[in-house]
């Protein structure tokens, strides 16, 4: 059981509500040499607050991997490492998932990792 409901900072801080962009029906075109072909992207909004790194955490967390257009994502939802969120025209990848079980069974918090900085790729 946790200590505590995130429920309304997420809701507070959630104002402008991030999307989930779900890409349907990729495949592998085998007689083109195997190349992956993207399918639809459907997308979907939802409840969860996405705020930015504090200075520690940039500065401490894994080798300064993460950098100030970098994002956290507070939510209720289950994403995977590799998965797209949209927020304010941008898009993230969702590069890790933090452990808060212990302050909240249902909350999720992942980082992400904005997609269109220094040559990665923009979708």
Do not use: W
Request: with cysteine; aromatic share 18%.
């Amino acid at each position: 059981m946790g200590l505590f409901n995130f429920k309304y900072l997420v809701n507070r801080y959630g104002k402008i509500k991030p999307v989930a962009l779900i890409e349907n029906g990729g495949y592998y075109d085998y007689e083109n040499g195997g190349e992956y072909v993207k399918g639809s992207i459907t997308k979907q909004e939802f409840e969860g607050a996405v705020v930015p790194f504090s200075t520690q955490e940039l500065k401490y967390e894994e080798n300064g991997r993460y950098k100030s257009e970098d994002r956290k994502l507070y939510c209720y939802r289950h994403f995977e490492v590799g998965d797209k969120i949209e927020h304010k025209n941008y898009v993230f990848t969702v590069d890790k998932k933090k452990d808060y079980s212990d302050f909240d069974d249902k909350l999720n918090i992942y980082y992400l990792v904005r997609s269109d900085v220094l040559g990665t790729e923009k979708n």
